[in-house]
């Protein structure tokens, strides 16, 4: 099977449920359970799995795949990633302001003063906002929140984000004389 070219995360295959060859699976999708809606899902190691049946539990979807019909097949599949190449999934049905994580990953970060802050690695939620992960070369991974208030503009086709560094956390804000604050504050 060919490997896949730019490949999309979609899901997470956890625990076996049932008899039948059901798993629990961890959907990255927007709606969990259209997560057969983009054709069939692939694994790192080329293999292809068809979603036959999907329906919602707590917190995960239960999915039934072409081939696996007992526990033993479902068990040997746990922790196993999913992907869908980029193409296929719809950029018709995104507003302007929406992105798709894979599509951010590669991109410049640019100051707003012209200066590069290294390339997007990677996008992260941790629970408290999406955060953008920028490499540099010489220079050590850095997190930065993905708001508006750091993030200025996203340019798909030029290849770049224009960013605040203040607001992004990557300089300091220096004080009416130029120097960066003091903590504790002299004095107090």
């Given at each position: 099977?060919?490997?896949?070219?730019?490949?999309?995360l979609?899901?997470?295959?956890?625990?076996?449920?049932?008899?039948?060859?059901?798993?629990?699976?961890?959907?990255?999708?927007?709606d969990p359970t259209a997560l057969g809606d983009y054709g069939n899902l692939r694994s790192e190691d080329g293999r292809v799995f068809e979603v036959l049946e999907v329906r919602e539990a707590?917190?995960?979807?239960?999915?039934?795949?072409?081939?696996?019909?007992?526990?033993?097949?479902?068990e040997a599949l746990a922790g196993l990633d999913l992907f869908?190449?980029?193409?296929n999934l719809p950029d018709?049905?995104?507003?302007?302001?929406?992105?798709?994580?894979?599509?951010?990953?590669g991109l410049e970060a640019v100051g707003n003063d012209g200066k590069s802050y290294g390339t997007v690695s990677g996008v992260y939620d941790f629970g408290a906002g999406d955060l953008l992960e920028l490499k540099g070369p010489?220079?050590?991974?850095?997190?930065?929140?993905?708001?508006?208030?750091?993030?200025?503009e996203i340019d798909l086709e030029g290849g770049k984000i224009l960013i605040d560094p203040q607001a992004a956390g990557l300089i300091d804000d220096p004080d009416e004389d130029g120097k960066a604050p003091q903590f504790p504050p002299k004095g107090k």
């Open positions: 099977m060919a490997k896949l070219e730019n490949p999309v979609m899901a997470t295959i956890g625990a076996a449920q049932g008899l039948r060859g059901e798993v629990r699976v961890k959907s990255y999708t927007a707590k917190n995960v979807v239960i999915v039934r795949f072409r081939g696996i019909n007992d526990r033993n097949a479902a869908v190449e980029r193409e018709e049905e995104l507003d302007d302001d929406e992105f798709y994580y894979a599509d951010l990953e010489g220079r050590r991974p850095a997190l930065i929140p993905f708001s508006e208030a750091a993030v200025l």
